[in-house]
């Protein structure tokens, strides 16, 4: 029988301005991972999760992850793990998400302050980390206060494992989730992650996999420090005259890798595969519309879609070292280093990968004769999940879409990173779903990142249809 969840939805109306609350308190904490003086910040956001979380009565634990790998001075940001309901008739599902965000600054063209949440006309709730992923995990907390007020009884036992280091190669937490899967989380039945976008703004959608990061610097030195290009200019070899070189042997204007090697590891496409494409609600105006612009690769949607799920992909994110301000600084910078990431798919071995980076930048680097210093190195690495979607969480999470939204979820892939859904699957032996909340134009990771007040509220709704109907779903694989 379906679950009456009219008194539920009802409650998530009733409280949403102040759910909308609880996302601006977050949102106003820099949780970004990848900034040095910002850890304070992922701590502090830690602690407004567990401290929320304690008031909506779960039994939270802050656990350390000790140093970080290659900065021993800063401590890891605490795992978060909690616990609500512990009763055996129960399933009992595994949340995760994070709390941290990518970088952001006014000064990168932000319209609004991005560490305050700004909602406009139309409903749009701009600040960083609002869909990417503070919105969706607070989703979670909003779905057990809505159930408390509405007097309805919380249909599973739900475990929380909110981590502060997403942004930044999930570092220290493998390990972590392998030690505990046996222990703190050795109840679950199933996973749920929600930390994805829907394909564009209408339809939800069920993700069962994900490509995989590789990230990289290569970095180019030469003189002690950095010089007047009118006094040493023509005199001394530049690395960044080296660097733009090297990083533009990387990938064509089309997308194309041109490491050599790369492009055989690609699993090959089945004639099955290829029908998944055509039925799927997605259309190049959704692609312009998330875009902003129409500089688009591929003409038509299926060889879109095939190139953000399943083929992997080569963009350079920056250059640290180099000059960027406006203005016209005449200095020939002494050390740059490139920041590049591939996407990775089945079937690429993470270390054959950086084995024909290594190989390809040495030998391009050996064509240019040049004086200087090259040094090529692996940041982070998180590997590409596909998953199978005929599993009962599925179900569930589909007749929670169509109760909230009316309409049957896409199955669709991510073209995007979570590096521990793999870890949770392997370590737990249990299925994992992923169900994002946000939407295709939500520009995360970009300047004005937003979750509307929609998707926010409506996916608070979801997340908590999902865990009645997974309640009640019968056992299938
Ligand atoms: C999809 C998820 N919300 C996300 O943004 N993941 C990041 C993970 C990552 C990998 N390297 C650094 N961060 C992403 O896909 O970029
Ligand atoms: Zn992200
Ligand atoms: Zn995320």
């Known amino acids: 029988m379906a679950p009456n969840l009219e008194p539920f939805f009802k409650q998530v109306d009733t409280l949403s301005e102040s759910f909308i609350e609880r996302l601006r308190k977050a949102v106003a904490i820099p949780s ?70 990518q970088p952001a600054g006014i000064e990168d063209g ?18 960083r980390g609002s869909t990417d992923d503070k919105g ?28 502060g280091m997403e942004e930044y190669g999930s570092e220290g937490l493998d390990d972590f989730i392998n030690d505990e899967a046996q222990k703190f989380f050795k109840d679950a039945d199933a996973v749920c992650i929600s ?67 790369i492009n055989d590891l690609v699993a090959p496409i089945t004639e099955e ?6 039925p799927i609600s997605f259309t190049m105006a ?27 992909s080569l963009s350079i994110h920056g250059i640290e070292g180099a000059f960027s301000a406006p203005g016209a600084k ?22 054959t ?13 050996a064509k240019l004769a040049s004086k200087n210093t090259l040094d090529v190195s692996l940041q982070h690495d998180g590997k590409w999940w596909v998953a199978s979607p005929r599993h009962w969480n599925f179900s569930a999470a589909a007749k929670a879409v169509k109760e909230v939204f009316g309409v049957e979820p896409d199955m669709t892939r991510e073209g995007g990173s979570i590096p521990v859904t793999i870890t949770f699957e392997q370590a737990t032996g249990k299925n994992v779903l992923l169900l994002p909340m946000g939407s295709s134009t939500d520009a995360a990771h970009s300047i004005n990142e937003k979750l509307d007040r929609r998707n926010y509220i409506e996916g608070t709704k979801l997340l908590g249809a999902y865990l009645h109907y997974v309640a009640e779903e019968p056992m299938s694989e």
């Open 110 to 127: 932000w319209a609004t302050d991005p560490f305050k949440l700004t909602v406009d006309e139309k409903g749009r709730m701009y600040g």
């Open 195 to 261: 930390d994805n976008y829907w394909l564009g703004t209408e339809k939800p959608c069920l993700t069962y996999g994900l490509r995989g990061c590789n990230y990289y610097s290569v970095a180019v030195s030469g003189p002690g420090q950095d010089l007047h290009s009118g006094v040493f200019g023509g005199t001394a070899q530049e690395p960044m005259t080296d660097l733009v070189r090297l990083l533009s042997t990387l990938v064509n204007t089309d997308g194309q890798i041109l490491i050599p090697g």
């Open 330 to 351: 005449t200095v020939i910078p002494a050390k740059v280093t490139g920041k590049f990431s591939i996407r990775t798919v089945p079937d690429m071995d993470s270390a």
């Open 32 to 101: 970004i991972s990848a900034e040095d003086d910002r850890r304070k910040d992922v701590v502090r956001m830690g602690q407004f999760l567990a401290s929320e979380l304690e008031s909506l009565g779960a039994e939270v634990q802050q656990r350390p992850l000790g140093k970080q790998p290659g900065k021993e001075h800063l401590e890891l940001p605490p795992v978060v793990i909690a616990r609500y309901g512990s009763d055996v008739n129960k399933r009992t599902i595994l949340v995760y998400g994070h709390y941290d965000v």
């Open 353 to 365: 990968v950086t084995d024909l980076v290594h190989r390809h930048l040495t030998s391009e680097f």
């Open 136 to 163: 969706p995990v607070l989703g979670w907390l909003n779905a057990i206060e809505a159930h408390q007020k509405a007097g309805v009884d919380f249909p599973v036992n739900l475990l929380c494992c909110f981590e």
């Open 286 to 312: 959704n692609l312009h519309e998330s875009l902003g612009s129409k500089t688009t690769i591929h003409p038509d949607k299926e060889r879109t879609l095939m190139a953000r799920w399943r083929f992997p």
């Open 273 to 278: 595969e290829k029908k998944l494409y055509a």
